[in-house]
């Protein structure tokens, strides 16, 4: 039975949704949009950097054929290099909130990479960008690396989230931090959403049975051979994870217990 009581909370929104989609890769507009229903995610991001600078007339573009009732938008400051450079991105993305109808909306998934070759995130960036964004009122969702100190810095500045990666960002290795995310969740009072990674829903699933309160994927969706049933196999990984961390797994013992009872047995002969 699913706990429909149980809401994922960031800043004064609530969400049912655990998984969160990504909007990039994708092969054509039609699997963007597919994936996006069929995974039932409610938090969509979209890089402000790569959107097109006539949005309304843009037929092509997924942003106009979702419904904005039902999906809240998370911009992304993907391709800053400076933390100056991502908070112009982050107020793009408010007045693009705006645009489809949500202005209260002042998320922002922050991103600072300045290494061109990983993609790892640039943590003193971070950090500054955090810093301003918070002051001017905005929700700010870091993503960093499984740095269990950074985490509880970004968190003591007043960001709503952390977003530490679970590998680097496309390479589809699943959860090459597993300790540092652990420690991460056990210290951090705001949500921690696995970010960069993920590559098939069994990571997916582990990683919400670390305790962690969602995930955001896109590569392993978007560059699936279907990405729509890829997305729908994410939704129910992410649930049954969190459903498992929440029923509390069996103790693990280093001897083997039987599972039928062993006392009284004649009396069942």
């Not at 049954?240 to 083997?256: D, Q, S, V």
Request: with cysteine; glycine share 8%.
């Amino acid at each position: 039975m699913e706990h429909n009581s149980d809401k994922l909370i960031i800043g004064n929104k609530s969400f049912t949704s655990r998984l969160m989609l990504g909007t990039g890769k994708y092969k054509t507009t039609k699997d963007g949009i597919d994936s996006i229903r069929s995974s039932d995610c409610e938090i969509v991001t979209v890089a402000i950097r790569r959107l097109p600078t006539n949005l309304k007339h843009d037929t092509t573009n997924f942003l106009n054929h979702l419904d904005w009732d039902k999906h809240w938008l998370l911009p992304n400051t993907a391709g800053s290099q400076t933390a100056d450079e991502a908070i112009r991105m982050a107020f793009l993305g408010h007045e693009l909130a705006c645009r489809i109808g949500q202005e209260d909306n002042f998320f922002v998934k922050l991103e600072v990479i300045s290494d061109p070759k990983y993609l790892l995130p640039d943590p003193i960036g971070t950090l500054k960008a955090a810093e301003f964004l918070i002051k001017k009122g905005f929700t700010v969702l870091p993503y960093i690396n499984a740095d269990p100190m950074l985490a509880l810095h970004l968190e003591d500045l007043g960001c709503a989230t952390v977003m530490p990666l679970g590998s680097p960002i496309g390479s589809g290795q699943g959860l090459t931090n597993l300790t540092n995310i652990q420690i991460i969740v056990e210290n951090a009072q705001i949500p921690v959403i696995v970010d960069a990674g993920i590559g098939t829903t069994s990571e997916a699933t582990m990683a919400m049975e670390l305790g962690v309160d969602g995930v955001l994927l896109n590569t392993a969706v978007a560059q699936a051979k279907n990405p729509a049933q890829m997305a729908y196999a994410m939704n129910l990984g992410v649930k049954a994870g969190r459903l498992t961390y929440l029923a509390g797994r069996m103790e693990k013992k280093y001897y083997a217990t039987a599972s039928s009872p062993l006392n009284d047995i004649s009396t069942l002969l």
